[in-house]
């Protein structure tokens, strides 16, 4: 039997009492999950519980906390939104060895299942493409969005880093105790040139810190490697790995900015081409392209 409860062992549905680094995301309820493997997936829901259901896949590093930034736009799109911690970031278990994209499906009908979901549209930002482009071959999918997302094979700054080995375990925790001192800005400045409200540079830097507690949510160096190995898990993948759009049966829209440094633009048009789908191009960067235009994501997503 599945069993969900929220983080801190409170029981889903209700309320999680907020840590010192989330207490600005008091809109989201995190649950976990039990994986018949014997690891746990942690996940945020919020916006209505009778909206559309819609899962949104964060980005490399990222957390269940990414949902913050997509709270108001669930609730004005009537969404449920539903945002896991892919496995080893944020309070989810570390991925077995070997476990690809590709076994990710699976993880997530579990997540599907334990809120009672039948079918949900799919998102994916930045290097959460590819796990939404693996969701959406499964029949509970209703259609994929990507935003300012990774297509594989990919040859941006962190697919480059991650051949060599190392590299991004040692960065990311050196990044994450400079940004605890520096600020939310310095976390906001990886992803956008642009000046961000306070509450998004806090619900930002919340989904930086949270990803790379690493499962154990104590803010320590321990986490932080944990998270980053996950971080080099997936950026090596990128870059090595490929998706296959045909594949998928089902509708796919894109949403890109043509100043996105984080996420090159050619793979996404080229495989929205081989979908059949739509790409909307944006005069915006990397989380501009999301902050602009991530009410149409979930409007489009809901849409029967």
Do not use: K
């Not at 980005?59 to 911690?85: K, N, Q, W, Y």
């Not at 997936?234 to 998706?243: D, L, Y």
């Not at 739509?278 to 915006?284: E, I, K």
């Amino acid at each position: 039997m599945t069993r969900v409860t929220s983080h801190a062992e409170v029981p889903a549905g209700e309320e999680t009492p907020p840590s010192t680094e989330t207490e600005e995301i008091d809109a989201l309820r995190t649950a976990t999950v039990d994986l018949p493997d014997g690891r746990e997936l942690a996940y945020s829901v919020c916006g209505p519980e009778d909206g559309s259901p819609v899962v949104v896949h964060h980005g490399t590093p990222g957390s269940r906390l990414f949902a913050a930034l997509l709270a108001d736009d669930a609730v004005e799109a009537d969404v449920r939104l539903i945002t896991p911690d892919r496995p080893g970031y944020g309070c989810s278990s570390p991925p077995p060895d070997g476990w690809t994209w590709g076994d990710w499906p699976a993880d997530l009908t579990r997540v599907l299942d334990a809120e009672s979901i039948d079918r949900a549209g799919l998102c994916g930002f930045s290097g959460g493409g590819p796990f939404a482009i693996a969701a959406a071959e499964s029949d509970r999918a209703t259609r994929l969005a990507l935003s300012s997302a990774v297509v594989p094979p990919a040859d941006d700054g962190l697919a480059r880093l991650a051949r060599i080995p190392y590299a991004l375990r040692l960065l990311f925790p050196l990044f994450r105790a400079f940004a605890s001192v520096s600020g939310p800005e310095s976390v906001v400045s990886q992803y956008t040139d642009r000046s961000v409200s306070p509450a998004v540079a806090r619900a930002v830097a919340a989904d930086f810190h949270e990803a790379l507690a690493g499962g154990t949510n104590d803010g320590g160096a321990r986490g932080a490697i944990g998270g980053a190995s996950a971080v080099e898990h997936e950026s090596r993948s990128f870059a090595t790995e490929s998706v296959d759009p045909d594949r998928l049966d089902l509708p796919v829209r894109a949403w890109h900015g043509i100043r996105d440094d984080n996420a090159p633009a050619a793979p996404v048009r080229e495989f929205v081409d081989d979908c059949g789908g739509t790409l909307t191009t944006a005069d915006a960067d990397h989380l501009g392209t999301l902050l602009d235009h991530g009410s149409d994501v979930l409007r489009w997503l809901a849409t029967e």
